[in-house]
C-alpha cells in the first residue's frame, strides 16, 4: 500500500444521521416561520404600507377571508410536514440501498478473490476482470480503492522465472510462465487503461492511488495523458527489463511519485511532454542501466523532484528541451560512469537546480544549446571534467546564479 495514503471514507462514515421527528418538525416550522415573516415584512416595506386602520368593522367578507388563510395555514402545516417525512423516508430508503449495494459488492469481492487465487491461470484472468468490473461499479471511493489495491498487490507477487522450453517438462512449465505472465499483463493494461480515462467519466481511477513498487513491468503500458492529482504515484524498486511505459504528456500535481530505486535496464520510459507542476517526485537511488527514458519536453513548474544518488551507468537518458521553473531539481551525488545523458536546449529559467558532490567519470553528459536564464544552478564539489557544452552554454562571465566547480572556472575567474 502507499506509504502516505490519503484517508478515504469508509461505509461507516456513511451511515444515517437523522434528528428526531419531534426535533425536525420544530426546526422545520421555526425556520419556516422566520422566512414567511421576512417575506412579508419585507413586501410591507416595499409596497409602502403605513399602517392597519384598526377601527374598520370586521365584516362577513372578512371573516371568511380569515377563514380561508386559516385553512391555508393549516393545509402549509400539514404539507410541511409531509415534506419532512418524506424527506426523511427518501434518506432511509437511500441508506437502506447504499446498505444493499455495499454488501453486494461485499460478496462479489470476495468471489473475484476467491477467483485470483486460483491454481488456474484461466480463473485468475477471469478474477482479474471481476475485480477491475468491481472497482468501475463501487459505491465508494473507498471501495474503488480496495480493488485497485488488490490487482497491484497480487502484481507484487513473487512469481517464478521463465524456466525455458527445451525439454517436455520445461515446456509445460514454460507455457504455465507464459499463462500466468498474460495475467499480469492483463491487470497493466486494465490499469492503462482506467487511469488514461478522464477523471469523473465512467471507469476513470484517476484520483486514486496507484502502488506498483517493487513490481516487474515486462510489457508496454501506456499512461499517456493520465493526470495524477494529489494521489500517490508508486513505482518505487519497480524493473523495467523490457517493453515500453509511456507517461507523454501525463500531469502530476500535488501529488508524490515515487521512481526510488527503480532499476531501468531494457525498457523505453516515455515522460514526454510531462508537467510536473506542485508534486514530489522521486528518483532517488535508481538505477539507469539500459534502454531510454525520455523526459524531452517535460516542464517542471513546481515541487520538488529528486534525482539523488541515482546511477547512470548504460542507455540514455533525454533531458533535452526540458523547462525548469519553479522547481527545486536535485542531482546530489549522482553519478554518470557511462551511457549517455542529454540536456541539450534545456531551460533552466527559475528554481534551484542541484548537482552537487555528482560524479561525472564516463559515458556522455551533455549541456550543449541549454539556457541558464534565471535558476539557481549548483555545481560545486563534483568530481571529473565537465560535462559537454556546458561552458560555453553558461557563458563568461559566469552568472550569478551558477555556481561551477573551482576545476572548471574560466581562467582568471573566481
Known amino acids: 500500500m502507499a506509504a502516505n495514503r490519503r484517508s478515504q471514507p469508509t461505509s461507516n462514515d456513511r451511515e444515517l444521521r437523522l434528528w428526531r421527528v419531534g426535533r425536525a418538525l420544530t426546526w422545520t416550522f421555526a425556520a419556516a416561520v422566520m422566512i414567511s415573516g421576512g417575506i412579508f415584512y419585507g413586501l410591507v416595506i416595499l409596497l409602502g404600507f403605513k399602517e392597519i386602520d384598526t377601527s374598520a368593522d370586521l365584516d362577513a367578507s372578512t371573516l371568511f377571508d380569515l377563514v380561508k388563510l386559516s385553512f391555508g395555514v393549516v393545509a402549509g402545516a400539514g404539507a410541511l410536514v409531509a415534506l419532512v417525512v418524506a424527506y426523511r423516508r427518501q434518506r432511509v430508503d437511500e441508506a437502506g440501498a447504499h446498505r444493499e449495494a455495499t454488501r453486494l459488492h461485499a460478496e462479489r469481492f470476495s468471489q473475484a478473490v476467491d477467483k485470483l487465487g486460483s491454481d488456474s491461470p484461466a480463473v485468475r484472468l477471469g478474477g482479474v476482470h471481476a475485480l477491475a468490473g468491481l472497482a468501475d461499479d463501487a459505491p465508494t471511493q473507498h471501495l474503488r480503492q480496495t480493488c485497485i489495491d488488490v490487482l497491484c498487490a497480487y502484481l507484487q507477487l513473487p512469481f517464478t522465472p521463465d524456466p525455458g522450453d527445451s525439454s517436455p517438462t520445461h515446456q509445460e512449465k514454460h507455457h ?172 533552466f529559467s527559475s528554481g534551484t537546480v542541484h548537482f552537487r558532490d555528482a560524479v561525472f567519470s564516463g559515458g556522455t553528459v551533455n549541456f550543449r544549446g541549454a539556457v541558464f536564464s534565471g535558476s539557481t544552478v549548483h555545481f560545486r564539489g563534483v568530481t571529473g571534467p565537465a560535462p559537454e557544452g556546458l561552458l560555453s552554454a553558461v557563458g563568461v562571465p559566469v552568472p550569478a546564479t551558477v555556481s561551477l566547480a573551482v576545476a572548471w572556472l574560466p581562467e582568471g575567474a573566481s
Do not use: E
Not at 296 to 316: K, L, N, P, R
Open 176 to 347: 504455465h510462465y507464459l499463462a500466468l505472465r498474460k495475467v499480469r499483463h492483463t491487470i497493466l493494461h486494465i490499469i492503462s487503461d482506467h487511469y488514461r480515462r478522464p477523471a469523473g467519466t465512467h471507469r476513470s481511477w484517476q484520483g486514486c492511488d496507484l502502488d506498483l513498487s517493487g513490481v516487474t513491468i515486462d510489457c508496454d503500458m501506456d499512461l499517456s495523458g493520465a493526470v495524477f492529482s494529489g494521489g500517490t504515484l508508486n513505482f518505487s524498486g519497480a524493473m523495467f527489463p523490457s517493453g515500453a511505459l509511456h507517461l507523454n504528456h501525463a500531469v502530476f500535481s500535488d501529488g508524490t511519485i515515487h521512481f526510488s530505486g527503480a532499476v531501468f535496464s531494457g525498457s523505453a520510459v516515455y515522460f514526454s511532454g510531462a508537467t510536473f507542476s506542485g508534486s514530489a517526485v522521486y528518483f532517488s537511488d535508481a538505477m539507469f542501466s539500459g534502454g531510454t527514458v525520455y523526459f524531452s519536453g517535460a516542464a517542471f513548474s513546481g515541487g520538488t523532484v529528486h534525482f539523488s544518488d541515482a546511477i547512470f551507468s548504460s542507455g540514455v537518458v533525454h533531458f533535452s528541451d526540458v523547462v525548469f521553473s519553479g522547481s527545486a531539481v536535485h542531482f546530489r551525488d549522482a553519478m554518470f560512469p557511462g551511457g549517455a545523458v542529454y540536456f541539450r536546449g534545456a531551460v
